[in-house]
Nanobody, 124 residues
Framework: QVQLVESGGGLVQAGGSLRLACAAS????????MGWFRQAPGKEREFVAA????????YYTDSVKGRFTISRDNAKNTVYLQMNSLKPEDTAVYYC?????????????????WGQGTQVTVSS
């Protein structure tokens, strides 16, 4: 069993930065690919970024490329999402997810474990 706890959300002005963290408990973290998803009010949950088990491969949705960076520290069982140049359209609840597969997964249905989410609000 894996438990995921996100932190780092908050209110920030457009152009600002936030760093989300997702702490994982459980023994599969070092073999799991990790992802960040987000869900805005009235919209479906969407993929944001993913990282493979070793941290050697990352993948981003087009709208955040060049602004967001996903990373992981396997020694700390933690995955991060550094978000720079934030825009009002980035406002959403951000979820951390873990997959039992080592390589990057884009589809939410392929993730086995989910955190409770953390709110990110970007004011204009």
């Amino acid at each position: 069993q894996v438990q995921l706890v996100e932190s780092g959300g908050g209110l920030v002005q457009a152009g600002g930065s936030l760093r989300l963290a997702c702490a994982a408990s459980g023994r599969i973290f070092n073999d799991a690919s990790m992802g960040w998803f987000r869900q805005a009010p009235g919209k479906e949950r969407e993929f944001v970024a993913a990282i493979n088990w070793s941290g050697g491969t990352t993948y981003y949705t087009d709208s955040v490329k060049g602004r967001f960076t996903i990373s992981r520290d396997n020694a700390k069982n933690t995955v991060y999402l550094q978000m720079n140049s934030l825009k009002p359209e980035d406002t959403a609840v951000y979820y951390c997810a873990a997959s039992s597969m080592r390589e990057i997964m884009v589809f939410a249905s392929l993730y086995n474990y989910w955190g409770q989410g953390t709110q990110v609000t970007v004011s204009s």
